[in-house]
């Protein structure tokens, strides 16, 4: 399958996942103004684990977590943090990926969806952002920390909201995670930045 196809797929099935996700249609509408970026692959060693071990899926989500690991060699993958800030290990076992945003395999400007994968036994400190963001699981589970709410445990079809500038942090235990997240509102080209 071409990058084209691969990533015009993965859209599609984001697009149904918005759909039948309450959370996600009312935190914002699927974008109408969506243009192929012709964007090129960027590899990272993350592309192994979440073939390998994409986590397990529901009934729901498993058309979205295939049509991930089907994408996942054509996709421009990031890392944004420093070894200095999260180690080597994080590194070497997470990324992310525009999907479609500002700068996304897919260009809009009124609305932010990215794709993150953690392996297991991965601490992702404090962190915080301008944008409003909502959470998805894909695949796997995780235990999602927001500064002064309690932790929780989340599964495939589970969601978390992350007001504005709020730092929140997620532990991987036995499990990987496969997210799908969302940004609304002023800032969407910002990075996270590791809470002081
Ligand atoms: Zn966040």
Known sequence: ???????????????????????????????????WADRPAHALPVIDHLTRDPGHASDQSQPLRDALVAAAPHVEWRHSYTEAEVGR???????????????????T?????????????LDYGWHEHL?????????????FHLRNAPDLMLEPGQTRFHPANAPHAMTTLTDPILTLVLWRGAGLGDDPRMSQ
């Open 109 to 121: 400007q009124s609305l932010r969806v990215t794709v993150g994968y953690w392996g297991p036994g």
């Open 131 to 143: 944008p409003e963001e909502l959470y998805s699981v894909v695949s796997g589970r995780a235990l």
């Open 89 to 107: 290990d994080f590194l070497n076992r997470f990324g992310w990926f525009e999907l479609a945003g500002p700068s996304g395999h897919f260009l």
């Open 1 to 35: 399958m071409s990058a084209r196809a691969a990533l015009t797929h993965l859209l599609e099935a984001a697009r149904d996942w918005h759909e039948a996700l309450p959370e996600f249609r009312a935190f914002a509408s699927w974008p109408e103004d969506l243009r």
